[in-house]
C-alpha cells in the first residue's frame, strides 16, 4: 500500500495559485494518484486523478514527475471557498481497499 | 439527479448499544463504500459492497457489518458501541471498476456516550 506524505497546512492570499505537493515514493506500477477536497462537515469530493505527465479539469491541474514519486495538485487562482483539506491518494483503478486518506493538506485562504 | 444519500444526519447511542446507518447511493453507481472519520483525521476504509456482497473490507472489526441490497442502497450497523465509535461516518458510491472517483454523501454523525 503506497503511502503519502503532505504538508499539514498551507496558508495562501486571495487570487494567487497554490501548488500542493504530495510524496509517493512506493508507488506501484498500476497505481493512480487521486486528490479529493473535503469541507467541514462534508464528505470529500473527487478533484482531478491521473496516472503520469499533466492532466486538467475545470478545477484544478494535476503535475505528475516521470518518475511519479511525487504529484502537485496546481489550483488557479484561488478563492476563499477554496479553504478546505486536500488529500493526495494513492491507489488501484479497482478497490477503495487501496485508497488510504491519511491526514490531508489543510489549505486557509486569506482575504 | 440526487447525490448520495444517508441518514439519519445526527445520532446519539449509549455504549452496547447497536446502530445502524442507512445510504442510498449516487444514481448509476453500483458499488457503496463505507468509512469512519475521527476528528481531525482522514477518512478510514471500513468495507465496500458490490453486488449485494461485500468485496473488501479495511481493519475493523467484526462489530461492524454491513448490507446492500438490490436497489443498491447499504445499511452499516455497529454493536455493542464503544465510545471511539463515535465519529463521522461516511457513504460513499462509484461505478464499479472506478472505485478511485467516489462520491461521498454528507456522512451521519454518531455520538456514543
Known amino acids: 500500500l503506497a503511502k503519502t506524505t503532505q504538508p499539514i497546512s498551507m496558508d495562501s492570499y486571495e487570487g494567487q495559485e497554490v501548488n500542493i505537493t504530495c510524496s509517493h515514493n512506493n508507488i506501484a506500477t498500476n497505481d493512480y494518484i487521486t486528490w479529493y477536497q473535503q469541507f467541514p462537515s462534508q464528505g470529500p469530493r473527487f478533484i482531478i486523478q491521473?496516472?503520469?505527465t499533466k492532466v486538467t479539469n475545470e478545477v484544478a491541474s494535476l503535475f505528475i514527475p516521470a518518475d511519479r514519486k511525487s504529484s502537485t495538485l496546481s489550483l488557479p487562482r484561488v478563492s476563499l471557498s477554496d479553504t478546505a483539506v486536500y488529500y493526495c491518494?494513492?491507489?488501484?483503478?479497482?478497490?477503495?481497499?487501496?485508497?488510504?486518506f491519511g491526514t490531508g493538506t489543510r489549505l486557509t485562504v486569506i482575504p | 439527479d440526487a447525490g448520495v444519500t444517508q441518514s439519519p444526519t445526527h445520532l446519539i447511542k449509549t455504549r452496547g448499544q447497536q446502530v445502524t446507518l442507512r445510504c442510498s447511493p449516487k444514481s448509476g453507481h453500483d458499488t457503496v463504500s463505507w468509512y469512519q472519520q475521527a476528528l481531525g483525521q482522514g477518512p478510514q476504509f471500513i468495507f465496500q459492497y458490490y453486488e449485494e456482497e461485500e468485496r473488501q473490507r479495511g481493519n475493523f472489526p467484526d462489530r461492524f457489518s454491513g448490507h446492500q441490497f438490490p436497489n443498491y442502497s447499504s445499511e452499516l450497523n455497529v454493536n455493542a458501541l464503544l465510545l471511539g465509535d463515535s465519529a463521522l461516518y461516511l457513504c460513499?458510491?462509484?461505478?464499479?471498476?472506478?472505485?478511485?472517483?467516489?462520491?461521498f454523501g454528507p456522512g451521519t454523525r454518531l455520538t456514543v456516550t
Open positions: 491521473g496516472y503520469k
Open positions: 491518494l494513492v491507489g488501484g483503478q479497482t478497490g477503495a481497499n487501496n485508497l488510504f
Open positions: 460513499a458510491s462509484s461505478e464499479s471498476g472506478r472505485s478511485y472517483e467516489q462520491y
